[in-house]
């Protein structure tokens, strides 16, 4: 079965490719059924400790790389939530790509997608881990420039790509540290270094940057600052794969990847430069891109900054050395996230299109099912007490936070206020008062192939604190509500900052015609684009093409290319006037011949 889990959506992803591509309606069923299949899969795998053996892949003398699956607590839940909200956005996707013309392609790609995010969770190893980090690069890719006619979907795609792989290259060198260091690629052999002591013949300085190297990759894949800017823009995609890539699959990926490094070689490992320096860009993250979140109008684009500031509540729990709590939070996150994602699809759906919040406007009305499970997922992201799972999650960060460092603690409560804020206003603006626009106006409740995944996900918005069992069975210490050091101070500032972002959204909001803040540095995410694009673009990825097209035109097609092939030209027209055609000339010739045959065997 496990192997069985791995292969099943490449296997339906080539079956798509090879043989359905004239056959969209067959081949977006082949994939839904591969992901249903793969998610009960997953609920028979939940909790198992028993891994199949590995499969050696190559051996270089006696080096072996070998593809296996590691089964754990870990793994297997978080296949749960990857396959769970993976059948709902391609449930969802049936209904919201049913007239696009590159459908099947679409189809395939989600496969593709979740093979490679299926691989990532079930290694072994580090060599297994990195070909199908790449590959949740590439699949990606594929996704967010689905409609590649678009210049600004293209381009997002290609930041992405690029991105991403500025990240991946500290990754490649912090594996090939740690090989140095704990003398294995894979998971368990890191253990065993860690149980026999290894940790103390490691210097401090070298183990850190390791780790750092290491984290270079998450802050590629889970847009930690300064590689934070291709997620926003991967909004150009469609919208069930914004859900996709922003709920539990490629931007949970680095959190995963972090934790599942820190459970290898031990918390001590962390507790140095690299742990601060993880849980100081974790929480740098979330307070910028909440600011950030303030100010934007698109309502993907909201949610898209609601994303890296969760995901810089995760990457500080890791830092902190509580990366239980900070995988708690992703696999809550998990299911709102999707349903937010999802639900804002479903009003783009129904305003044709329109993502602009301030041309929405009394859609609770038109839209009752949309409208509540949107409130219902915001409810969870914003942390409502006692009855959404966002509360417990995010009052596990706050307490580590506060027990580690009580600077990150204030900044994450001043963030659950912003969080509250931004998303009170996205839902005001856009579901309550009146419409204001002929879209907005004209918009119905979409059919049951899309509230239904709105549905399901909104139950687990509510109670997916409930049904970690399996996952938080890593630590004891989650769940521990109400036993924290300072448990009063926390609990206190967490219900205050959300009366107060609460207040601030419906009074500042409540039927506005427009925005009555205007705050440029957020709206203009910090400036940190437009510094890409006119320094680091302009000047160091346009001046380096210059110099490879130089290299290539003058060098490489002058000298190299175009030299030999205008010396072969020229040797080729002299042999040409020899092969005259005429019939005299080559008797001619022939003479010639025969006398120095003859000249040269007589002398």
Known sequence: ??????????????????????????????????????????????????????????TIGDFSIQIGIKLDQLSTGMMVVVTGVGLLVHIFSLAYMADDSAKARYFTCLSLFMFSMTGIVLASNFIMTFMFWELVGLSSYLLIGHWYQKDSAADAAKKAFITNRIGDFGFMIGILMLWGITGSLSFDGMEQWKVAGGLSGVSTGVIGA?????????????????????????MEGPTPVS????????????????????????EAAFDNFAGHTIAWIGGITS?????????????????????????????MAVGLLHGQAGMF???????????????????????????????????????????????????ALIAVPFVTSGFYSKEEILAAAFEENKVLFW????????????????????????????????AHEVGPLM??????????????????????????????HGHHEGHSIILGASIGSLILGLLAGFILYNGKEKDPISVPLFRERFYIDAIYDNFIVRYFQNGFAAVVHFFDEFLINGLIVGGSSRIAESVGGLFRRVQSGNLQGYAFVFGIGVILVIYFTAF
């Open 1 to 58: 079965m496990a192997w069985l889990l791995l292969f099943l959506p490449l296997i339906a992803a080539a079956a798509n490719q090879l043989y359905l591509k004239r056959n969209a309606y067959i081949a977006s069923l082949v994939s839904v059924g591969s992901v249903a299949a793969t998610f009960l899969i997953s609920l028979l795998l939940l909790g198992k400790n028993a891994s199949p053996d590995p499969v050696s892949w190559a």
């Open 210 to 234: 390791a780790i750092l190297c290491i984290f270079c990759g998450a802050v590629g894949k889970s847009a930690q600052m300064p590689l934070h800017v291709w997620l926003p823009d991967a």
């Open 243 to 266: 859900a996709l890539i922003h709920a539990a699959t490629m931007v949970a990926a680095g959190v995963y990847m972090l934790f599942r490094v820190q459970l290898s070689i031990g």
């Open 287 to 315: 307070l910028c891109a909440a600011l950030m979140a303030t100010q934007q109008n698109d309502i993907k684009r909201i949610l898209a900054y609601s994303t890296l500031s969760q995901l810089g509540y995760m990457v």
């Open 329 to 379: 939070h992703l696999f809550t996150h998990a299911w709102f996230k999707a349903l937010l994602f999802l639900g804002s699809g479903a009003v783009i759906y129904a305003c044709h299109h329109q993502q602009d919040i301030w041309k929405m406007g009394g859609l609770l009305k038109k839209m009752p099912i949309t409208g509540i499970t949107f409130a219902l997922g915001t409810a």
């Open 411 to 442: 900044i994450a409560v001043f963030v659950a206020f912003l969080t509250t804020f931004y998303m009170t206003r996205a839902f005001v603006v856009a579901f309550l008062g009146k419409s204001r626009s002929e879209d907005a106006s004209h």
């Open 451 to 480: 509230f239904v995944p709105l549905i399901v996900l909104a139950a687990l918005a509510i109670g997916s604190a409930w049904l970690t069992g399996p996952l938080n069975a890593i630590d004891p210490r989650v769940h521990a």
